[in-house]
């Protein structure tokens, strides 16, 4: 029996028939998952240190929820369970990354259930899905839960305990997000809060400022970036245009007057830079060819800015990959690959 | 004649499983999305629905042999105005409270897409007692429909039932908002074709052997 089951494997990897081009890659969609995996772990790791050890508790939560989703749902569906591609893991470590560190235990959990089984499998699984699963987790306990995501945000330990906000009532800690503070009371609000211009710039670069969990640390994003675009699994065009566009846009329109906002504070603060390297690059919801990337990050930056600016959210940055989400499909249509052979005709 | 002779039983069920307004023919999305956020609202809607179904259908079965086919789309819409105006006199005299909740859609009764549909595939070519079967089994298919929306809105959504409280705390507050509504109908969508599905196959295997 086992051996009639690995032969078959053997012959149909053997006489496996396909057209040109032949060239052999060693990259697979899982290899690919998991070194995102990796990429994606550090800021958790200095999450541990700037919020306290809850947050790893919430991750985990987040992962094996996602997992175990992906799990029982293919199970039901008789699909093949794929849980082993690592990209239910990445769903679930995006998913705890994006809300803030101070919520319930449990609270990722119908987060899973929403951004695996009705975003992913519900359309198909890996590959047919229209948004960006944890975005859509996030959008949905957004609307479950707005006080939890709203108010939950806490002040960064600077003396090591990390099991300070363990049994803490949230209420009483909750500290202001820079970019609530920049909204609701401008420029002078936050430098008074956080502390002067320097300070501010080493502070959010490193990652010791209220924000979500895996948000907070540009630094170490950066880095999870920068080896994904070593390795070639990332293209720069969406991270560029998507953070360029968000500092281009508030540069001119985020000050008092025209040309006068702050465009590293607007890319440091929020979650831009998570979204730009890890969920807007994201191969199933993102464009093939290079213009149609650009415009795609473009489009995110803007609607970024503008709900940033004029919308009712501090920050934006989710709702934007999930509006541009849509227009994929569109953007692929409109920009396609060059056939090599120009004359052919369908 | 190509369409089979259907027996009463067969009209009456027809609305309520297999061409539910809400679930399989996926007609008046609107009213059951808009003001299903509880239990109760559902109910008056379905009852109003029942009521304005019911007399017009039969008032249709009735005049059919004097209304010239050509004017019979402002006829439909006559009749069912002035049923919709009775309950919308009533509701508002004895519901004043869930009447400023559902007063615009019962109003917009007249324009219910599957009454309509009802009136011109069904009563115009029936005699009365089917064709009141036929509105009953439409109406109370419509009604269970907009009792299972609302009921899984508000215990989800308000914790409550018919203002009761059942589970003392608010789960999701998702379920208030009107994007609910279509996850829901969506779900039930999925256990109607499933169903469907369970049944045909049952049937085959009992045909196969005889």
């Not at chain 1, 281009?248 to 702050?262: A, K, Q, R, V």
């Not at chain 2, 439409?138 to 269970?144: D, E, I, K, V």
């Not at chain 2, 914790?159 to 589970?167: A, R, S």
Request: proline share 5%.
């Amino acid at each position: 029996m086992m051996n009639a089951q690995s032969e078959k494997n053997s012959i149909s990897n053997c006489l496996h028939v396909s057209s040109a081009p032949h060239i052999q890659s060693e990259v697979t969609i899982s290899k690919i998952m998991w070194t995102v995996v990796v990429s994606l772990l550090p800021p958790l790791i200095i999450s541990i240190f700037i919020f306290g050890f809850q947050t790893l508790i919430i991750t985990l939560v987040s992962v094996v929820s996602c997992v175990v989703t992906e799990a029982v749902s293919q199970k039901m569906l008789n699909r093949p369970v794929t849980i082993k591609d690592g990209s239910a893991v990445i769903t679930g470590l995006l998913l705890a990354y994006i809300i803030p560190p101070g919520v319930p235990w449990w609270l990722p959990i119908p987060g899973a259930f929403m951004a695996i089984y009705v975003t992913k499998i519900l359309m198909g699984g890996l590959g047919y899905n229209i948004f960006n699963p944890a975005l859509i987790g996030r959008a949905f306990l957004m609307a479950t839960y707005p006080v939890a995501l709203t108010s939950a945000w806490l002040a960064p330990i600077r003396n090591g305990s990390i099991f300070t906000y363990m049994n803490a009532n949230v209420d009483a800690i909750s500290s202001a997000t820079p970019l609530y503070v920049l909204k609701h009371y401008g420029m002078a609000a936050l430098i008074e809060k956080f502390g002067s211009m320097s300070v501010i710039y080493t502070d959010f670069f490193f990652g010791f400022r209220p924000g979500c969990i895996g948000e907070t640390s540009a630094f170490l994003i950066l880095l999870g970036g920068l080896v994904l675009l070593y390795k070639k699994y990332i293209s720069w065009h969406i991270p560029v245009s998507v953070m360029g566009s968000t500092a281009l846009l508030t540069w001119i329109f985020g000050g008092e007057s025209f040309f006068t906002g702050n465009p590293l504070v607007a890319i440091l603060s929020g979650g831009v830079m998570l979204g730009a390297f890890f969920m807007a690059t994201d191969y199933v919801t993102s464009p093939n060819q290079k213009i149609a990337q650009l415009i795609f990050g473009i489009g995110i930056g803007a609607l970024t800015v503008l709900i940033r600016l004029k919308g009712g959210y501090p920050e934006g940055i989710c709702y934007a990959i999930l509006l541009m989400n849509p227009v994929v499909p569109a953007l692929d249509q409109w920009f396609k690959a060059k056939r090599f052979s120009e004359g052919a005709t369908q | 004649m190509a369409i089979q002779q259907k027996t009463n039983k067969e009209i009456f069920l027809n609305g309520i499983f297999n061409e539910n307004p809400i679930f399989r023919l996926a007609l008046s999305m609107c009213p059951a999305v808009a003001i299903t956020t509880n239990l109760l609202n559902g109910i008056l809607m379905g009852v109003s629905v029942i009521f304005v179904q019911i007399c017009a259908n039969s008032t249709i079965a009735l005049l059919k042999d004097y209304i010239h086919p050509r004017v019979r789309l402002p006829i439909y819409s006559l009749t069912l105005a002035t049923y919709v105006t009775v309950i919308d006199l009533i509701l508002s005299a004895y519901f004043p409270v869930a009447y400023g909740a559902l007063g615009l859609f019962i109003k917009l009764i007249v324009v219910f897409t599957f009454i309509t549909m009802r009136l011109d595939v069904f009563a115009r070519k029936n005699t009365v007692f089917p064709t009141f079967l036929d509105a009953m089994g439409m109406g109370l298919g419509f009604l269970w429909g907009m009792m299972v929306i609302g009921g899984v809105r508000e215990l989800l959504g308000s914790g409550t039932l018919l203002g009761y409280d059942i589970l003392g705390f608010k789960p999701m507050l998702f379920f208030v908002l009107p994007a609910s509504g279509f996850f829901i109908i969506g779900f039930m969508m999925a256990i109607f074709n499933y169903t469907e599905r369970i049944y045909k196959e049952k049937q085959s295997k009992r045909r196969i052997p005889a």
